[in-house]
């Protein structure tokens, strides 16, 4: 069993921060590349930001300058740290990642997914 938990989205106010948390757990011999995504209410799921295993990292054009991703492969850990929170920003915040386990043979990579986290940016 491998399951993604989210934590801490919540209400704020607009130009505000809140830090994202999603730690992997289970049966996880490697993770390879994590992300977090976002649907606010209406909308497809959109890519909000991914780091590989090495740490090299890709942004939406939407956040550049505002959000962080990182993680901390010892802990099987990805955050998201949100400065500057617009309206706009106001959604379901989705953690994924790319696993291998060690309790399916041979060893293949799955993708996994959070149960989402709602973030609300008031203005």
């Known amino acids: 069993q491998v399951q993604l938990v989210e934590s801490g989205g919540g209400l704020v106010q607009a130009g505000e921060s809140l830090t994202l948390s999603c730690v992997a757990q289970?049966?996880?011999?490697?993770?390879?590349?994590m992300g977090w995504y976002r649907q606010a209410p209406g909308k497809q799921r959109e890519l909000v930001a991914l780091?590989?295993?090495?740490?090299?990292?890709n942004y939406a054009d939407s956040v550049k300058g505002r959000f962080a991703i990182s993680r901390d492969n010892a802990k099987n850990t990805v955050y998201l740290q949100m400065n500057g929170l617009k309206p706009d920003d106001t959604a379901v915040y989705y953690c994924?990642?790319?696993?291998?386990?060690?309790?399916?043979?041979?060893?293949?990579?799955?993708?996994?997914w959070g149960q989402g986290t709602q973030v609300t940016v008031s203005s």
């Open positions: 994924n990642a790319a696993m291998v386990r060690f309790d399916i043979l041979p060893p293949s990579e799955y993708d996994y």
């Open positions: 289970g049966s996880i011999l490697r993770i390879n590349g």
């Open positions: 780091i590989s295993s090495g740490g090299s990292t």
